[in-house]
């Protein structure tokens, strides 16, 4: 067999990290970025209006920032999101339901503890599609930043309301993006501090909601698999 290009290594890689949860193999070295003692441990909340998302207001709204569990699906998505990210105990909640042209903020800072490392991100969104131009639609974005060296991998992303790059499903105006995976290289990372960003946000109006769920891992790059062929492969 020939051998692998880097590119399929890479998908390869991806795919892995898209069928197996990350939490499940591989230690985690930054406690509670998953929201694993089910509590907001170490996350910094912050609250205020839209748009753009202004956050003046800081500490964690229980309307608005909300820890999720159990086998349910959020109430937009058909049965198409499920609460808690596939194969974690708990996820969170950004946002919600209410417009009011409400924003929200979570933050996490941590440092990389190794030098092969990578950051996984787990996101689904909600955004009720209001026809407003574009800098005054529902909205959802993360970002990372880091004190050193640029990391490599998807440091940002804002997704708004109507934006037909996303493979929205459709429930009336409400538009839903399912659980979604982003990967990020921390290699030269070791010891810098990193700080991984949500933000949710109604329409400026007032009159439509954007929310979102949120996860997170930080797991070693290396996968170790307990199994191999008779012929040793």
């Not at 069928?19 to 970025?33: A, C, E, L």
């Not at 207001?57 to 920032?65: L, Y």
């Not at 058909?78 to 996820?91: D, F, L, W």
């Not at 490599?152 to 429930?171: H, K, R, V």
């Amino acid at each position: 067999m020939g051998k692998l290009s880097p590119i399929k290594v890479s998908m390869l890689l991806l795919t892995l990290l898209f069928f197996f949860n990350p939490k499940t193999y591989g230690q985690q070295t930054s406690s509670n970025i998953g929201f694993e003692s089910g509590t907001f441990s170490g996350w910094n909340g912050a609250t205020g209006q839209c748009c753009p998302v202004y956050t003046p207001f800081t500490g964690i709204d229980t309307a608005r920032h909300v820890i999720t569990s159990g086998n349910f699906f959020d109430p937009y998505s058909q049965g198409n999101i499920p609460v808690v990210s596939p194969g974690s105990a708990y996820s969170a909640r950004l946002g919600n339901s209410t417009g009011l042209a409400q924003s929200e903020r979570l933050t996490y800072s941590f440092s990389p503890a190794s030098d092969s490392l990578l950051l996984i991100i787990k996101f689904a969104v909600i955004l009720e599609n209001a026809m407003h131009p574009e800098p005054k639609q529902p909205r959802f974005g993360y970002t990372i930043t880091s004190t050193g060296i640029v990391p490599q991998g998807c440091l940002s992303e804002q997704i708004m309301a109507g934006d037909s790059t996303y493979n929205f499903l459709s429930n009336g105006i409400v538009e839903i993006l399912e659980w979604q995976t982003r990967v990020v290289d921390l290699t030269g990372q070791l010891n810098e501090t990193l700080t991984l960003t949500f933000e949710t946000g109604d329409c400026e109006p007032g009159g439509h909601f954007g929310y979102a769920y949120v996860d997170a891992a930080v797991v070693s790059s290396k996968i170790d698999i307990n199994a191999c062929n008779p012929d040793g492969s």
